[in-house]
């Protein structure tokens, strides 16, 4: 799914929307494109690209039209924690005893979306089971959802990259790959591996994450993180040694964007986008 990279290859480096939510898009877009970032994790939501809106086709033409103006690469994220019930987080999930259909259906909307901005593959995550639901049948629902949203991601031709979350029914990288063996491993199931979230609570030790994960990456997070501590933070002021982690991304061959994913960066977005990407630039070994 990787394919091996040529000589003197650099990472290609992109910021999460959800870091700029107190910016329209196209500004965000614009502050990421000026500091020099080459992608975008785009989280669809009510603020920025609302999967729901009436005229939604309308807005993902003219911003595919911008993305390539600006010369930025996009991956969908569909990680908005309130965008179907203003209520509880992430809610419904695939496995909820009601309001699934909700679900696939917000995914079913990132993949076309994803296919029309050209994008090559969609984040989508677990949630938390149910209370009281015993794990295997978390499991069979889960799974089923999941072949519900891989069929239509097969025929858009746009992958799924299912991201371990901490403290979700999904929270490790060896989770991840059990459901994609459910599912009979697929192609087009992929894995995002957010590299704060692997520090923070896997059984495995980062770098084995890394390789664990490499033969199916599609998309990559990326911020710093304390273990036990599920908080985003800035680049440099957690745990994490990234040099390392950054050389053994390189040494898989992954291909895809590196995408910092700092939430709480939206009253300070283009500082904390400007320091991150120095940051970065920085640990990236030659």
Known sequence: MTPIPGPGR????????????????????????????????????????DPFAADLSRQVARLAGRLDQLGLAVMVETGAPYLLDPWHKHVPTLMSATGTGRRVELLARAVRIAADL????????????????????????????CEEVLRIAQEQGVALGFEPEPYMFVDTVERVVGLRRRLGDPDLFGITLDVGHAHCVDNLPLLDCVELAAPYLVNVQI?????????????????????????????????????????????????VARRSLEFLKAAEPV
């Open 10 to 49: 650099r990472l290609r480096f992109g910021f999460g929307t959800n870091g700029f939510g107190c910016h329209r898009l196209d500004d965000a877009l614009s502050v990421l494109a000026d500091l020099g970032y080459d992608s975008v994790g785009l989280t669809l939501d009510h603020g920025h690209l």
């Open 223 to 271: 911020e710093d993180m304390r273990r036990g501590v599920h908080e985003h933070l800035e680049l440099g002021t957690g745990e994490i040694d990234f040099p390392p982690v950054l050389a053994a991304l390189k040494a898989s061959g992954y291909r895809g964007p590196v995408s910092v994913e700092i939430q709480g960066a939206s009253l300070n977005a283009p500082e």
């Open 118 to 145: 050209g994008a090559p593959a969609v984040q989508l995550c677990s949630g938390q089971a149910p209370e009281g639901m015993a794990e295997e049948e978390a499991w069979k629902r889960l799974t089923a959802g």
